[in-house]
């Protein structure tokens, strides 16, 4: 399969109003693509769509406010992105939500909230604008899974259990798209220096104790700049990677998977604690390395939470 080229194309990215959504949008316009960018942020989205025309004023930019939680919103914008742009050529499902706590500490809704943004709309964007992309020729799918889509750590069975289908589907649509000529493309990033673990939504029976416990350790490990994570995504796209890692909160969990799939779990509880500082294998209210901005902690009643 040949190189991807970004000039003159037209990229969707979900979750663009901050984080590694928001350098995607950058990093694309520079390299000549057109922009169709979702989030439910407006104000930041508002602001991201101003600094890239600032800076790439020859740029097309058209934004949809939806949030991903409610599926009949986003079949509605998929649908109007679809008939607004009938090719397309980069499609980016960036957008995700986290939710701390282990099964027993979450509601079935909060698990469902998570498993309806991180996995459900991921396949409901996917299917409404596959057509798009065979419209296009050289075109690519970007899914972004975790690092939580290789491992799964206690605390973590809703982000893990969304992030491991994530994985699966798209390993699915990399062997089922080739011979259409579209490449596709697994995210696993590793901890991504955004607001998540600020804005991470806490299971309704974790108390505040462990929370606190969580945020002050994983803050420490989210280290990489999303404007860095950007461009490592955007060079696997161009070079049709099949599968891009991205830092070392990413590259030696998955060598730890492999080389002890049913043990790794020691290794890294006694890792965090050198890192983060503290009993890391009982922290449970934050996630440590999901790439995406998190919804501010809200209770279950408060359906809005689509990341930027």
């Given at each position: 399969m040949r190189r991807f080229v970004f000039t003159g194309g037209t990229a969707v990215?979900?979750?663009?109003?901050?984080?590694?959504?928001?350098a995607l949008a950058h990093g694309l316009a520079r390299r000549g693509s057109d922009l169709v960018l979702l989030d439910r942020d407006a104000g930041r989205l508002d602001a991201v769509v101003a600094a890239v025309r600032a800076a790439h004023p020859d740029r097309q930019v058209t934004t949809y406010l939806v949030d991903l939680a409610d599926?009949?919103?986003?079949?509605?914008?998929?649908?109007?992105?679809?008939?607004?742009?009938p090719a397309i050529r980069l499609l980016v499902n960036n957008a995700g939500v986290a939710l701390g706590g282990r099964f027993d500490q979450v509601t079935l809704d909060e698990f469902s909230w998570?498993?309806?943004?991180?996995?459900?709309?991921?396949?409901?964007?996917?299917?409404?604008?596959?057509?798009?992309?065979?419209?296009?020729?050289?075109?690519?799918?970007?899914?972004?899974?975790?690092?939580?889509?290789?491992?799964?750590?206690?605390?973590?069975?809703?982000?893990?259990?969304?992030?491991?289908?994530?994985?699966?589907?798209?390993?699915?649509?990399?062997?089922?798209?080739?011979?259409?000529?579209?490449?596709?493309?697994?995210v696993h990033p590793g901890g991504i220096r955004t607001r998540i673990a600020q804005n991470a939504r806490v299971g309704s029976g974790v108390s505040a104790e462990e929370f606190?416990?969580?945020?002050?350790?994983?803050?420490?490990?989210?280290?990489?700049?999303?404007?860095?994570?950007?461009?490592?995504?955007?060079?696997?796209?161009?070079?049709r990677r099949g599968r891009v890692l991205i830092g070392w909160s990413a590259k030696l969990p998955d060598l730890l998977a492999r080389v002890a799939p049913a043990s790794y779990h020691r290794v890294l509880a006694f890792g965090l604690d050198?890192?983060?500082?503290?009993?890391?294998?009982?922290?449970?209210?934050?996630?440590?390395?999901?790439?995406?901005?998190?919804?501010?902690?809200?209770?279950?009643?408060?359906?809005?939470?689509?990341?930027?």
């Open positions: 990215v979900t979750g663009a109003a901050s984080g590694i959504g928001e599926a009949a919103a986003t079949a509605r914008v998929a649908e109007e992105v679809r008939q607004r742009h998570v498993v309806d943004v991180n996995f459900r709309a991921v396949v409901q964007l996917t299917h409404a604008l596959l057509s798009t992309l065979r419209a296009e020729p050289g075109a690519h799918l970007v899914n972004v899974s975790s690092i939580f889509g290789v491992i799964a750590p206690a605390g973590q069975a809703a982000y893990s259990a969304s992030k491991f289908a994530v994985r699966g589907f798209t390993e699915a649509l990399r062997h089922e798209l080739a011979d259409d000529g579209i490449g596709v493309t697994s606190e416990t969580g945020l002050r350790q994983f803050e420490r490990l989210l280290t990489v700049d999303p404007a860095k994570a950007a461009e490592v995504i955007l060079r696997g796209v161009e070079r050198r890192v983060a500082g503290g009993p890391a294998r009982r922290a449970t209210a934050t996630p440590s390395v999901p790439a995406q901005r998190r919804p501010e902690a809200a209770p279950v009643a408060d359906p809005a939470g689509e990341p930027a």
